[in-house]
């Protein structure tokens, strides 16, 4: 059969175009590879985590300050008696309070 001649070629000369085109540059990339790889590595992660870090800390501080916002204008209501009043509580601007 025709195909064992490609078969008895490969067993002769195959492990060298094996070493040649997957051995050799696997030991290239293992060589320079890693290093190059890992610098382009550091550098995205440098680039996105410093946008992460910003993105998370704009996250909180608009989050604070949802809070505080809420809560101060919560509590400018409360002061008016308008909170106080329609959830039962006491009255702050009530003229019975001396």
Known sequence: MWW?????WFAN???WLVF??????LG?????GWFVFGRWLL????????????????LWWWLLHRRL???WWLLGWRGLGVISKRW??????SKEQH
């Open 4 to 8: 064992l001649l490609y078969l008895r």
């Open 13 to 15: 000369w195959g492990w």
């Open 20 to 25: 040649w085109e997957w051995l050799l540059p």
């Open 28 to 32: 290239r990339f293992f060589q320079w």
């Open 43 to 58: 550098h995205w992660r440098l680039v996105f985590g410093r946008w992460l870090l910003h993105w998370r800390l704009m």
């Open 69 to 71: 916002v809420l809560r």
């Open 88 to 93: 039962g509580g006491e009255n702050h601007q």
